[in-house]
């Protein structure tokens, strides 16, 4: 039996937590996941996700690139941006790491995502617990005296909240004031087959948002939309696909064929449409015992397909800063002075471009595309 570091609970089963699980068990730490949700699936919101390259080195840390990239669709450059009639625009070559041999870019749906890193966390022996979250946390000299909702009361040397960007975690770490900040745009979201000129992430620009294709596998992509939307304001369900529909009309090319061919009437239960909201904390993410990662301290907007590669990264640098430091206290400094600058990088550029495509008059001179690799070459530097 190896030897253990001491015990974690990670509240939230989502990407971050559930590579944060990895992380840990290869750090050799015993890790418990607790998932509100009631099984791996109903965790999974949303459709398809970008994996830009910095995503599959993280990836790759805890043993999981490998099985991203057989089950989804790798690229060979980062994107094209087209438009509004659909024609090419602008090259977006994308950035990568020399010597690593991993693609620019690999796309994948959710739900094989969270197959893989379920699948692994299992294999590393993390224990996973569906439909249980906590009622209390009690930080105290000798660990966390966790109240969770079956009743019982355990105690983790530390606990690390991954629980997005509702965390409930959030309050006993941070200020209760810091919460995320709506964009002002949400996206809608829905699964298409692919076309074969979306072999990168395609981009058209409109006059009221961005519309966006992602290829997740040989024979399937995603549309994206951001669009500019009231906060609060409803959509119902059924009406999703004419909202859409109405969006994309001033669009040719690429996206009126799309829009008249599969965003029908009887698709509108497949929409995701969520909201776009932001977050960046100050370091420190900790409070004694107690350490977020992902959404929970850092909210990213999808402009730059980053979120998800910044919450993997989160957890394969937590990982590290534990193995690396005697005092935890020490780990958890040395694990936000290495993670926020570049996660408050993607965040406020995803702001940048979110702002950009509500209003472009507003921002004569913005460069999308150049903002775009300018973060994308940041992101290789090595974590
Ligand atoms: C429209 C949209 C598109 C996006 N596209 C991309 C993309 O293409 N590429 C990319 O990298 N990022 C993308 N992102 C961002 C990405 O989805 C997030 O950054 C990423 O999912 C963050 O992971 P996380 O684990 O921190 O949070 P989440 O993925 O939200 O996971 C949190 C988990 O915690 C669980 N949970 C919540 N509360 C509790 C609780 N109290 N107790 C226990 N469990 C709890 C939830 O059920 C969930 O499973 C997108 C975001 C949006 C809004």
Redesign the pocket.
Known sequence: MKRSRGSVLV???????LSTAVALRQAEYDVTV????ADLHS?V??V????PVN?LRALDAIGCAEACLAAGYATTAWGRMLDVEGNPLREMPGARIPGSGLPCMNGLSRPRLHHVLTDRARETGAVLEYGK??HSLADGPDGVAVALTDGTTRTYDHVVG???????TRPYVLAEELKPVYLGQS?F?LDIPREPEIDRIVLQHGPDGLVGY?PIGPDTAYLFLNVTWEEGRRLEQDKAAAELRERLAPFGGLTARVRDTHVTDDRARDIVF?P?EWLIAPAPWHRGRIVL????VH????HL???????IEDGVVLAECLAAHDAYEDAFRAYADRRHDRCALVVESSVAIGAYEMDPSAHPGFDHAGLTQRVLEEMVRPL
Do not use: L
Not at 11 to 17: A, D, L, N, R
Not at 293 to 296: K, R
């Open positions: 509240v939230g089963g989502g990407i971050g937590g607790v998932e509100i949700r965790s919101a949303g398809g996700i970008i994996q995503a979250t906590f991954a629980d997005g960007v509702r965390s409930r996206a979201r992602v969520r776009e990662v992902g959404d929970a909210a990213v907007t999808p397909g980053q979120g998800a590669a910044q919450a």
